[in-house]
């Protein structure tokens, strides 16, 4: 309730200023009771607040935790300064009044905010970054000026206070406006003071407190008899008049307030002479004054007739009345010995619905609505608020027509009841519901969700969420992320695109919150087992055959979507090493936590984060994927199970990323293998057995080799232990006259490997596809028709590959990992380069120790130092007939040549010196240097 251009100087000075502080007002009350206007608090807290108003929009709703610690904080600094007990009082129905005028005008723009924001929110592209912030400021100022005090919002407060504040506190709820219950709770005598922000509720009669500071408690209080007495006469220079709570009453309605608007040309420097004219002998109706000063704006349009005039004088007559008598709920204790404080505070009262300036003032007349009050505030305050909260119980009348003592006895006793329970808080005055917090969330299977985890980012864009609810969302789903506001958007938006519906939240019950939200384990054993039993070696290559038997690309590409970069990774690392198969190891002991009776089959092995290993501390570093399969009755696969049940260690690690989807094709390589193993020789035949002379091969009863261990000849090195041991340079890079790529080169022939015309078949193969359109004149314009045209169109080009939005064919990770299983039978992979397994590293590396340890190699090196010397002694010689032509003392090129040339010629004499002058077969004057390769 505001009186326009009252508050200051008026009232109170300049906003910042004290003249008093809580403690002294403590030490004059033996007992400070504090009663506070929480729309007042709560408004205060969400616009000092950004991001209360963002999370306000989210949907669906969210508690406003940010909200509560605010209001409850400014409550503690009251009890900090020498409050005893507070009083927290909510507002409840809106009076027609108000509704009509202030409310009429304060929201009559919510429909227009409304439909910017929606345009704001489905606007997708900007021209420019400056537009965007443009934009989001914009938002955040409708967001702000669309802000309203939900029921959910109350009852966390109220919980909140009592839980930090437990008897101290009471909480209070109106039938109307919080401002008269706060004034009747003075009047009554139950609280000393209001704290409020409107300082025009002393126009009510109570003594109010403004603006306290959180630190020093100094604020600005202000008493009725003071103002009325010494402030007003004052400021308005009327000390020859008597002010009372009439003429400020009327006062209030000659400046304008929240019930009727001001005149035009009426204003604070006018009010001196409007109060002299009710001081006024014969006055004292004040009925003729109020008429004067409205005959005195009837050139204006708004009161050019009698009707228009009459109107706004009832309207003055109906303002003043409430502010002279407004409604409240009045407390009556039970026992009339026991005074109105006491028995608040006990609990030991009932409440009626009356005038806040005097108790004995009451409108709950049920069977005969007052005319007289109707027309005094143009409405029936009783029957206004039982109507509203659906509480009014239709009376049983006798035969007679007389209405049943029995049952209005009965009637009266339930509504005291609810009035009683709205005045307590235990339910909502604005509706009669009870209070209570948001509905918790759930998922699909029933299990409870905590509060911002199931966001809809469509209907409010991620470019308008506050960091807060985007950090949750991605914690909720125990997504990694940088602490940077930019790059958090970006990954919500990619899991967004990508895997909205998808990405499911984890339930509560796996979930806990401490410092930061940490994942409980969700698998659990099972309830007959024992101890954990995990598979390795030829005990898991017998899972992974039932398990991945009849694993196909349909069963892969869905949860991989188009993600060919994905994709890509995915086959890196299966084909690079990146997977240890000996760290592999599986168990059926696992049972998830929510659904016990699904049969799973846990597969966990570390994965290296990357193929690069650039970082120094990366190169021991490992992912743990843990890879979770639900089974059917023959353990076979059905599904992954979702997230955290299957999850990798790596930030993308929520989702089935490329260190998972390795882990996947590797198990399908090592069933694939198995089968070539278990049902061939394993000896290359024909045209390959030259070729792979050097490759593994099996004894003729293959029944007694171990599978396993002959797998792990196949597979490649792991990449880690190739980046920690030395890697031979013809083993990287075989030079194009080595055995090596002679070999490779013939393998890439017989086998008809050849890359470049693969994908121009495939491409030929895509522009082939017939587009079955009927040319039939029939079918034009024919849009049901054209739709399943295009249906069956996406069908067939997805053919030969299926094609994301730029057309790109999708990478077949299942099929590509198959042919290379193929390949590796053979020691290659699917470029028909050797695949470097660890055996054959290993052996490798042997032979060029070995050969850098025989005596050919020295006779090599030997050879090649011998020409080095020739060449310098060459140059030497012709740069000291240069410097004796120059008669110049040897320069700095002479001097190095000679250096070198000694150099040169101590190597040569120690390599010598090594060789067996008695073996002729070793001796260099027997062999003949010229006719030795020159091979490093």
Not at 714 to 729: G, N
């Amino acid at each position: 309730m505001g009186v326009q251009g009252l508050s200051t100087p008026y009232i109170r000075d300049k906003g910042n200023t004290t003249n008093h502080d809580v403690r002294t007002l403590a030490g004059q009350n033996d007992d400070l009771i504090i009663a506070f206007d929480m729309s007042y608090f709560m408004m205060k807290a969400i616009h000092s607040t950004p991001s209360i108003s963002s999370k306000f929009h989210c949907v669906p709703k969210l508690p406003l935790p940010e909200l509560t610690d605010k209001v409850i904080h400014m409550i503690k600094s009251y009890f900090q300064n020498g409050m005893n007990k507070a009083i927290l009082v909510f507002d409840g129905l809106t009076p027609p009044l108000k509704e009509n005028y202030a409310h009429s005008k304060r929201y009559a723009n919510n429909e227009q905010y409304r439909t910017r924001l929606s345009e704001l929110y489905a606007k997708e592209q900007f021209a420019t970054e400056l537009e965007e912030k443009h934009d989001i400021a914009e938002v955040r100022k409708l967001q702000k000026a669309l802000i309203s005090i939900r029921r959910d919002m109350v009852h966390d407060v109220i919980t909140r206070a009592i839980r930090a504040f437990g008897d101290s506190v009471r909480c209070v709820g109106s039938c109307f406006e919080a401002d008269h219950q706060l004034a009747a709770l003075f009047r009554q005598g139950i609280v000393n003071y209001v704290a409020t922000i409107d300082s025009d509720l002393i126009c009510l009669g109570s003594n109010v407190i403004v603006n306290m500071d959180a630190n020093s408690g100094k604020c600005w209080a202000m008493e009725l008899s003071t103002l009325l007495t010494e402030r007003l006469p004052s400021k308005f220079r009327t000390d020859d008049v008597e002010w009372t709570h009439e003429i400020l009453c009327h006062v209030a309605c000659f400046l304008g307030n929240d019930y009727i608007h001001r005149l035009h040309g009426n204003g604070p420097g006018k009010v001196k002479d409007f109060v002299k004219s009710l001081s006024m002998p014969g006055n004292e109706s004040f009925d003729c004054v109020i008429r004067e000063k409205i005959n005195e704006c009837s050139t204006r349009a708004e009161l050019d007739t009698l009707q228009k005039k009459e109107n706004h004088f009832i309207l003055w007559k109906r303002a003043y009345s409430m502010f002279r008598d407004g409604p409240a709920f009045i407390v009556h204790s039970d026992n009339q010995e026991q005074s109105t404080t006491d028995a608040f505070f006990s609990g030991t009262f009932w409440v009626s619905i009356g005038s806040y300036r005097d108790s004995s003032i009451e409108f709950n007349s049920l069977v005969d609505i007052d005319e007289d009050v109707e027309r005094y505030f143009g409405f029936n305050p009783y029957a206004k608020f039982v109507d509203t909260i659906d509480m009014q119980i239709p009376l049983e009348t006798s035969s007679s027509g007389e209405a049943s003592t029995t049952d209005d006895d009965v009637n009266s006793h339930r509504i005291r009841v609810l009035f009683k329970e709205c005045f307590n808080m235990e339910r909502w005055p604005k509706d009669g519901t009870i209070l209570k917090c948001l509905d918790e969330p759930t998922d699909a299977n029933g299990h409870a969700l905590y509060h911002g985890s199931t966001i809809d980012y469509d209907r409010v864009p991620i470019r308008f969420q506050s960091i807060d609810v985007l950090k949750f969302y991605l914690d909720s789903r125990q997504v990694k992320y940088v602490n940077n506001v930019g790059n958090i958007k970006l990954l919500v938006s990619s899991i967004w695109r990508s895997h909205g519906s998808i990405l499911n939240p984890i339930p509560k019950i796996l979930m806990r919150g401490t410092a930061g939200w940490i994942k409980e384990e969700i698998l659990v054993r099972a309830d007959n087992s024992t101890e954990l039993n995990w598979m390795k070696e030829n005990e898991l290559l017998s899972s992974l055959q039932k398990c991945f038997n009849g694993f196909t690309s349909d069963k892969f590409d869905p949860d991989y979507g188009k993600r060919n970069g994905t994709r890509k990774r995915v086959l890196k690392h299966a084909q690079g090493g990146s997977i240890d198969i000996t760290m592999i190891k599986a168990t059926y002991s696992l049972v998830h936590k929510l659904y016990t009776n699904q049969k799973l089959l846990v597969i966990e092995a570390p994965c290296a984060p990357s193929q690069k290993l650039k970082d120094k501390n990366n190169k021991n570093d490992f992912h743990i994927a843990r890879l979770c399969i639900e089974l059917d009755e023959n353990d076979a696969f059905v599904s992954y199970s979702v997230h955290p049940a299957t999850g990798c260690g790596c930030p993308n690690g929520c989702i089935l990323c490329a260190h998972l989807g390795a882990l996947i094709c590797v198990c399908y390589a090592m069933t694939i293998l198995h089968d070539l193993i278990v049902n061939s020789n394993n000896c290359p035949d024909d045209l390959n057995t030259e070729m792979n002379a050097d490759r593994p091969c099996s004894e003729s009863d293959g029944a007694d080799t171990d599978t396993f261990q002959k797998m792990i000849e196949y597979f490649p090195r792991s990449i880690h232990e190739r980046m920690l041991q030395p890697i031979a340079t013809d083993d990287a890079w075989c030079p194009p006259w080595s055995k090596t790529k002679k070999s490779k080169k013939q393998y890439r022939k017989h086998n008809k490997m050849n890359r470049k015309k693969d994908k121009k078949k495939k491409k030929i193969q895509s522009q082939q596809v017939e587009d079955p359109v009927d040319e039939s004149e029939d079918n034009i314009g024919d849009d049901s028709e054209d739709d399943d045209l295009i249906e069956c169109l996406s069908q067939l080009h997805a053919i030969p590959g299926v094609l994301d939005a730029s057309h790109t064919e999708m990478i077949d990770v299942i099929g590509t990992m198959k042919e290379w299983s193929e390949h590796l039978m053979n020691g290659r992979d699917n470029r028909g380069n050797e695949v470097k397994s660890n055996v054959e590293s290993r052996k490798h590396i042997d032979r060029v120790l070995e050969y850098k340890g025989s005596e050919i190699y020295r006779l090599r090196q030997i050879k090649r130092m011998e020409r080095i010397h020739t060449f310098l002694e060459i140059n030497e010689q012709k740069q000291t007939r240069d410097s004796c032509v120059d008669n110049d003392d040897e320069d700095g090129d002479t001097l190095l040549l000679r250096s070198l040339l000694d150099v040169t010629t101590q190597s040569r004499d120690a390599m010598q010196h090594h060789l067996d002058p008695h073996n002729n077969m070793m001796n260099s004057e027997t062999l003949n240097l010229k006719k030795l390769p020159d091979h490093s």
